[in-house]
């Protein structure tokens, strides 16, 4: 009978090495310290997906206001999720009872496509009341028609279902922690929706696409929150090649636009490449310093860190149509937003949002 040798068996300071940094990643992940991921770790074998899903399985409905939290929609959602026929009942739109709203755009507006990419840091929840309806006082000053959405959880999107009718809401998870869109129900046409999985992520992460129309455009709109940690690179640039897969495939009657919080270092991109078919927005309209950092902690004091950090983590990419007779869209214009202080001394989110918009050439 074979006997296995001390040799084979991970040494003590391999283990603690390796738990320390598990523990690291956890509590990035779930906004919380080091000795809190330590318990939930340990309880759950050190298996880092157990672990988070233990984590977020603590009730998190307290961390709104009563009344913005009374009803919960318990019905099963369907991995392609049809377009709602009608708002709920009962419910103050913050998005759409704003004069900025409700006036007709000038043509020239009319026909541009604009779109918000935002982590808003559902899993922080100091404030987090106060800082979903910082979000929807964004909506109502841009009034975006697309919203890409990161780390929600499930009481803040109940909470954007209340109070932000005027948008169909299309979720990427239904635990623990995940991404989401909102589309403009006057100006985008939702056809259907799919989760893409990332085989090997131990961040519980996925692609979100969805099918819709702009105009009698086709769009094929996606977002995606890659794995966290400077340690996940080879990770990271695993699903960014899935989703350059996914937008170099789609038809060429097709605009595809992908936005999220991507934790992509300029050297990851360098490494896996963007197809020639697909621009980095960003870089399209000329590099402007004033939005290159998103993840910004000189600017953003929602996280008290002891070093500077500045990352441009937020991306958006697009893949116009190429298809003749097609009109084909290109970037405009870009801003960060998010960049006030909310009345609590917070701001929305500890990252800054993307806002663009697009015109048809």
């Known amino acids: 009978m074979a006997s296995t040798s001390d040799s084979d068996k991970p040494s003590v300071s391999n283990v603690e090495e390796n738990r320390t940094r598990l523990c690291e990643e956890f509590a990035v992940i779930a906004g919380t310290d080091t000795a809190v991921a330590q318990c939930y770790l340990a309880e759950n074998d050190w298996e880092m997906e157990r672990a988070l899903n233990s984590f977020f399985e603590a009730d998190m409905e307290r961390v709104f206001e009563v009344e913005d939290f009374t009803e919960t929609d318990t019905t099963p959602k369907p991995k392609r999720q049809k377009v709602e026929e009608k708002p709920p009942e009962k419910c103050i739109d913050l998005t759409g009872d704003s004069p900025a709203s409700t006036q007709k755009p000038s043509e020239e507006d009319d026909d541009k496509l604009s779109l918000i ?136 009657d097709v605009t595809v636009l992908f936005g999220g919080d991507t934790n992509l270092r300029d050297s990851e991109v360098a ?71 909310l009345d609590c001394g917070r701001y929305t989110s500890d990252h800054w949002g993307i806002y663009c918009s697009f015109s048809a050439g």
């Open 271 to 341: 490494k896996v490449g963007l197809p020639s078919s697909v621009c980095d927005v960003w870089e399209r309209l000329g590099k402007q310093e004033h939005c290159r950092y998103t993840w910004d902690t000189k600017a953003n004091s929602n996280k008290t860190v002891p070093f500077v950090s500045r990352c441009r983590f937020d991306r958006v990419y697009l893949r116009p149509a190429a298809k003749d007779g097609i009109p084909h869209l290109a970037p405009d214009h870009m801003a960060l937003v998010g960049l006030e202080k």
């Open 117 to 252: 990419s935002w982590n808003v840091d559902g899993l922080d929840t100091d404030n987090l009341a106060e800082r979903a309806r910082g979000l929807c006082s964004y909506l109502v000053l841009y009034t975006p028609d697309v919203v890409f959405l990161q780390e929600l959880i499930p009481p803040y999107v109940q909470y954007l279902k209340k109070r932000a009718v005027s948008y169909l809401i299309i979720e990427g998870g239904e635990d623990s922690y995940f991404t989401g869109m909102m589309l403009k129900k006057s100006r985008v046409k939702f056809v259907e929706s799919e989760t893409v999985s990332y085989p090997t992520t131990q961040m519980m992460r996925n692609l979100l696409v969805a099918q819709a129309t702009f105009k009698d455009q086709k769009l094929c709109l996606m977002t995606s929150h890659l794995e966290s940690c400077k340690g996940h690179a080879e990770e990271r640039m695993k699903q960014l090649r899935v989703v350059m897969q996914r937008m170099r495939e789609a038809p060429d």
